[in-house]
């Protein structure tokens, strides 16, 4: 009988299964190593799903330090 692998632990609760790890992986990747790239239906649904386990007002903060990020001086 096969020994059943531990994962490691979820860090700030998120936890992907295996084809979600492997979507974000390569996301990261082609984000990193590329000028560019054109996102998958199951990319978008992993960004989705971790996405929509913010509560609302955790999505409007994260949205308000993006804007102030992103503001051109």
């Known amino acids: ?4 692998r531990k994962s490691p632990a979820p860090r700030h609760g998120l936890a992907l299964t295996a084809d979600q790890a492997e979507v974000l992986t390569e996301m ?3 984000v990193w190593y590329s000028d560019g790239f ?6 978008m649904a992993v960004l989705k799903s971790i996405a929509g386990r ?3 007002a955790d ?3 994260c ?11």
Do not use: F, W
Not at 1 to 4: C, E, P, R
Not at 63 to 73: K, Q
């Open 38 to 43: 054109t996102y998958t239906k199951p990319m």
């Open 63 to 73: 949205l308000r330090r993006a804007g102030a990020r992103e503001l051109v001086r």
């Open 54 to 56: 913010l509560p609302p």
């Open 28 to 30: 990261a990747a082609l």
């Open 59 to 61: 999505r409007r903060a």
């Open 1 to 4: 009988m096969a020994k059943a």
